[in-house]
């Protein structure tokens, strides 16, 4: 495995190499750079999934996602063992999908036990074609459309509520439609006022965030749902940000939750769940650091478990939902070089395939990624360049300084950890087919998502008549 070490991690030892043996090491796959079967092959390839990468791109094509199921399936076990152990209640684990839905996707995740969280209804018909059950589907959103909250309630999942507006358009919903059962079961969102940055986070009594209610109408809204029985409040939610390498907001946010929880009882309201939202950070290079899993549930439920003895009152269940440590790290993206351009003592532009349109994270968030040459493994990094996207779009730069060995045109160039809000946040940006996806498991390769075609991107096009 010497040549994962051409990531740039050299200086970290064993951290960072992919290896099964989680559980003694406490480590879990967000901490990881790559996917855990990463290998390298006899023919000096990457290997993920027993699958060559180079292989994979000679039969599917280029640029490619691949997604490594052992990974997503080792991930979604290490949140289900760690409520297990460190959490006396009942428990529920949740996958936000907007992190990358697709049927492929939640149907893992939904076999492996967990819920999953939709923000829309084309999130919501993509799970229910996957086969997920309703009653595991949490529709979430902060101006969800009637046809949505409609479509969510006629299937039976469960509403997380942003906002007044969204509360009384439920309770309309709910009244005379012989097709929507009564109660309507929701969730009720607060903006718990703890606001999360990837190294610091503050605390605050109010904060400007476009989502959930103020904690300080919490009394208001329980009020308006006791009195109308068009409506179940079956739970609280919050989420706090996203790439969070601390502990302490958890904690504190768990703390803060079970004292709203702990006033529902006042109004006679069966709020049995409290959702604490998603957020934990993943490796994107080797200067990151977050929590493991089990670190994570361990000091959410001890918070939670010890406000709740405080307050004498019981477990509630508790629902996490993550996204990006749920699969960021079990998928990478392959791509095929091409060309090349030296600005003398300036730098020197590797250009790949494609760029912001299947990536839009660098362009969006100045995000930061690692890259390996798949092609040659342990030929040592000389070079430090920019890998540049095919974009019209001189921001559209996939990684600004790239530690690879010498490349050459038809290289492939894999980058890491592109498993979250890659695939979901991608586009046709100059009208480029959104590549295929394949899922790897044991040597075997299965398209999830098939490689749009031109023909695909005039699909909804129309020209009239006149124009002819
Ligand atoms: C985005 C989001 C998540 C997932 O966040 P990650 O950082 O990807 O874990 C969970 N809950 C809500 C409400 C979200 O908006």
Same mark, same amino acid.
């Given at each position: 495995?010497?040549?994962?070490?051409?990531?740039?991690?050299?200086?970290?030892?064993?951290?960072?190499?992919?290896?099964?043996?989680?559980?003694? @090491?406490?480590?879990?796959p967000?901490?990881?750079?790559?996917?855990?079967?990463?290998?390298?092959?006899?023919?000096?390839?990457?290997?993920?999934?027993?699958?060559?990468v180079?292989?994979?791109?000679?039969?599917?094509?280029?640029?490619?996602?691949?997604?490594?199921?052992?990974?997503?399936?080792?991930?979604?076990? *290490?949140? *289900?063992?760690?409520?297990?152990r460190?959490?006396?209640?009942?428990?529920? #684990?949740?996958?936000?999908?907007?992190?990358?839905?697709?049927?492929?996707?939640?149907?893992?995740?939904?076999?492996?036990?967990?819920?999953?969280?939709? #923000?829309?209804?084309?999130?919501?018909?993509?799970?229910?074609?996957?086969?997920?059950?309703?009653?595991?589907?949490?529709?979430?959103?902060?101006?969800?459309?009637?046809?949505?909250?409609?479509?969510?309630?006629?299937?039976?999942?469960?509403?997380?509520?942003?906002?007044?507006?969204?509360?009384?358009?439920?309770?309309?919903?709910?009244?005379?439609n012989?097709?929507?059962?009564?109660?309507?079961?929701?969730?009720?969102?607060?903006?718990?006022?703890?606001?999360?940055?990837?190294?610091?986070?503050?605390?605050?009594?109010?904060?400007?965030?476009?989502?959930?209610?103020?904690?300080?109408?919490?009394?208001a809204?329980?009020?308006?749902?006791?009195?109308?029985?068009?409506?179940?409040?079956?739970g609280?939610?919050?989420?706090?940000?996203?790439?969070?390498?601390?502990?302490?907001?958890?904690?504190?946010?768990?703390?803060?939750?079970?004292?709203?929880?702990?006033?529902?009882?006042? +109004?006679?309201?069966?709020?049995?769940?409290?959702?604490?939202?998603?957020?934990?950070?993943?490796?994107?290079? @080797?200067?990151?650091?977050?929590?493991?899993?089990?670190?994570?549930?361990?000091?959410?439920?001890?918070?939670?478990?010890?406000?709740?003895?405080?307050?004498?009152?019981?477990?509630?269940?508790?629902?996490?939902?993550?996204?990006?440590?749920?699969?960021?790290?079990?998928c990478?993206?392959?791509?095929?070089?091409?060309?090349?351009?030296? #600005?003398?003592?300036?730098r020197? +532009?590797?250009?790949?395939?494609?760029?912001?349109?299947?990536?839009?994270?660098?362009?969006? +968030?100045?995000?930061?990624?690692?890259?390996?040459?798949?092609?040659?493994?342990?030929?040592?990094?000389?070079?430090?360049?920019?890998?540049?996207?095919?974009?019209?779009?001189?921001?559209?730069?996939?990684?600004?300084?790239?530690?690879?060995?010498?490349?050459?045109?038809?290289?492939?160039?894999?980058?890491?950890?592109?498993?979250?809000?890659?695939?979901?946040m991608?586009?046709?940006?100059?009208?480029?087919?959104?590549?295929?996806?394949?899922?790897?498991?044991?040597?075997?390769?299965?398209?999830?998502?098939?490689?749009?075609?031109?023909?695909?991107?005039?699909?909804?096009?129309?020209?009239?008549?006149?124009?002819?």
């Amino acid at each position: 495995m010497g040549s994962i070490n051409a990531v740039g991690v050299q200086n970290s030892g064993r951290r960072y190499l992919p290896t099964m043996d989680q559980g003694a @090491e406490g480590r879990s796959p967000n901490q990881y750079l790559v996917p855990l079967t990463t290998r390298v092959n006899s023919r000096d390839c990457l290997e993920v999934g027993g699958c060559d990468v180079t292989e994979l791109i000679q039969q599917f094509g280029s640029p490619l996602y691949i997604l490594d199921e052992e990974t997503l399936r080792a991930t979604c076990r *290490q949140y *289900q063992a760690a409520f297990q152990r460190h959490y006396l209640g009942q428990y529920q #684990v949740l996958y936000a999908s907007k992190a990358w839905n697709c049927l492929a996707v939640c149907a893992i995740v939904h076999s492996e036990g967990l819920g999953i969280d939709i #923000v829309s209804g084309g999130e919501l018909f993509t799970a229910l074609q996957a086969g997920v059950s309703p009653g595991k589907l949490y529709l979430h959103g902060n101006n969800k459309s009637e046809e949505e909250l409609r479509l969510a309630i006629e299937n039976g999942c469960k509403i997380v509520v942003d906002n007044w507006h969204e509360l009384k358009t439920l309770v309309d919903l709910g009244g005379d439609n012989p097709n929507i059962q009564n109660p309507i079961r929701i969730l009720i969102r607060l903006t718990p006022g703890i606001e999360c940055h990837t190294h610091e986070y503050i605390r605050t009594g109010h904060l400007d965030s476009k989502f959930g209610f103020d904690p300080n109408e919490l009394d208001a809204v329980f009020r308006f749902i006791s009195q109308h029985p068009q409506l179940e409040c079956c739970g609280l939610h919050a989420h706090i940000g996203s790439q969070i390498f601390e502990l302490q907001p958890h904690s504190d946010l768990g703390t803060v939750m079970v004292q709203w929880f702990s006033k529902a009882a006042q +109004y006679g309201l069966p709020v049995q769940e409290l959702n604490i939202g998603g957020g934990l950070g993943i490796c994107y290079t @080797e200067a990151d650091d977050p929590p493991s899993i089990d670190a994570w549930v361990q000091v959410v439920s001890q918070a939670i478990t010890s406000a709740c003895q405080e307050n004498q009152i019981p477990l509630p269940k508790l629902l996490c939902e993550p996204g990006r440590s749920l699969i960021g790290t079990a998928c990478v993206t392959a791509y095929t070089l091409g060309s090349q351009k030296t #600005v003398p003592d300036i730098r020197t +532009y590797v250009t790949v395939d494609g760029g912001m349109s299947d990536n839009p994270r660098p362009i969006t +968030y100045q995000s930061v990624y690692r890259a390996v040459v798949a092609n040659r493994m342990s030929a040592p990094c000389t070079e430090t360049v920019t890998i540049a996207g095919k974009h019209c779009e001189s921001g559209d730069i996939l990684i600004k300084e790239a530690n690879l060995p010498k490349t050459e045109p038809s290289d492939i160039l894999v980058v890491l950890n592109t498993g979250a809000y890659n695939y979901s946040m991608a586009s046709n940006y100059n009208r480029l087919p959104r590549p295929a996806a394949v899922l790897v498991n044991q040597g075997e390769a299965n398209i999830i998502l098939q490689r749009e075609s031109y023909q695909d991107l005039i699909r909804q096009d129309c020209l009239p008549e006149r124009l002819r």
